[in-house]
């Protein structure tokens, strides 16, 4: 039998939104936001963000790291989805959130899911951005191109 630590949170789906309470009985929100309309160069393509309802520090839960690797497991599913990661700067911390990020995948990566990333300085901080797409993608060589071409841009275009 799973640990509770191993079990996901339940959640609450209307389309790509995800809501769920942790143990601490914050509120979490995890959403995909459809960004192939303004950048027709990624096609079924989302950016990706998760957020607590209240934006003060919270105890480490592992169950969030879990319920947020069942999201995306069910998100690529659909083997064209592809996900736009940008770690929030608002408030300095976007290194933490990269790192996070990457233990996360390393964690919960089963090899079907490719991870490419990219970080560039800008004048007050560095903004860290990462594609996912699933190996079998059929635009994935599109996909990296405009990845890659985004990077020439200093990633100045995207708006995510």
Known sequence: MASNSQLRYNWIQEGLSYTFINKDGIKYRAYFVDISDYYPQFPNTYSFSIEPENPKAHPV?????????????????????????????????EEKRRKLFDRWFDKYADGNILKYDASAPLDDYRLFISIYFSKNNPNKKLLLQSFYDLLKTDLYQIGI
């Open 61 to 93: 839960d592992n169950r969030i790291s879990v319920t947020v690797a069942e999201i995306l497991k069910q998100f690529f599913q659909k083997r064209e989805n592809a996900m736009i990661m940008v770690c929030d700067s608002v408030d300095g911390k």
